[in-house]
């Protein structure tokens, strides 16, 4: 499919033979390659041109020149200005790019990241676009885990183990859906909701019902800090701000209740 990486051993020699080339090994899915332009990206593209007429002065015409150039990224999000309390950052243009990691591997599905590499090659190609007096300044985004400890009592039917571990990849499947859907986006910010997590959590058809859930959130993924209140955006959250990603921890803790009554 045009857009789409190469699977992995896909290319197996060369077009013409090299004799200096014994044989040819693609153990990864290929990468910076691109299909035919369809017709509407190309009035999609064309559109867009028009708009920001090669120069960046807006958020927008930001976003739009690195995706365009960079078929590689998946996200850009240009911040506004005053989103950090630094003085020396009053003439940085900050944008936060996520990469396209669909049929692609090898990638960390909870916290895809854009090469440094590609990054700088971002920051040069907008520099060129954008005023004198800007200085652009190109980032991955920051992403905050989150991680859930509950008990839960199961229906009596089936095996508990085998129950638990499928609560525990649902429940990551909830929290950071772009992991496994290639459909769902990737979303900035937003607010999390215990009650929703408990209500998606009691509608598994094999779970009876849900107790003491607290929720915890950590930047490095080793130091978690308790979220106090049912309900917290992600300026409320340690570690939070306007470049930080909701994403699932990599482990939940789960007690299972075994008796009738908790």
Do not use: M
Request: proline share 9%.
């Amino acid at each position: 499919l045009s857009g789409q990486p190469l699977p992995a051993d896909s290319v197996t020699g060369t077009v013409r033979p090299v004799p200096e080339v014994k044989a040819v090994a693609q153990p990864y899915t290929s990468s910076g390659g691109a299909g035919p332009e369809a017709d509407q990206a190309f009035y999609t593209r064309v559109s867009e041109r028009l708009r920001h007429r090669n120069r960046a002065v807006t958020s927008w015409d930001y976003e739009r020149l690195i995706l365009q150039e960079f078929p590689e990224v998946h996200k850009a999000k240009c911040l506004p200005v005053g989103s950090f309390d630094d003085p020396a950052a009053a003439d940085e243009v900050r944008i936060i790019v996520i990469p396209d990691i669909r049929g692609k591997l090898p990638f960390d599905p909870f916290a895809p990241k854009v090469p440094a590499d590609v990054l700088r090659a971002i920051e040069a190609h907008l520099q060129q676009h954008a005023p004198p007096f800007a200085r652009v300044v190109v980032r991955n985004p920051r992403y905050l885990q989150l991680k859930l400890r509950f008990s839960v009592r199961l229906r009596p039917e089936g095996n508990a183990g085998f129950y638990l571990q499928s609560l525990h990849d649902e429940l990551q499947r909830y929290l950071a859906p772009w992991a496994y859907n290639d459909a769902a986006d990737i979303v900035f910010g937003g607010r999390i909701n215990t009650n929703l997590i408990v209500n998606f959590l009691e509608e598994r058809p094999y779970v009876d019902f849900v107790a003491g859930l607290k929720l915890f959130a950590s930047a490095d993924g080793s130091e978690f800090h308790e979220v106090e209140g049912p309900e917290a955006g992600i300026d409320q959250l340690p570690g939070g701000g306007p470049d930080v990603i909701l994403v699932s921890a990599r482990a939940h803790q789960i007690d299972l209740i075994g008796a009738a009554r908790y």
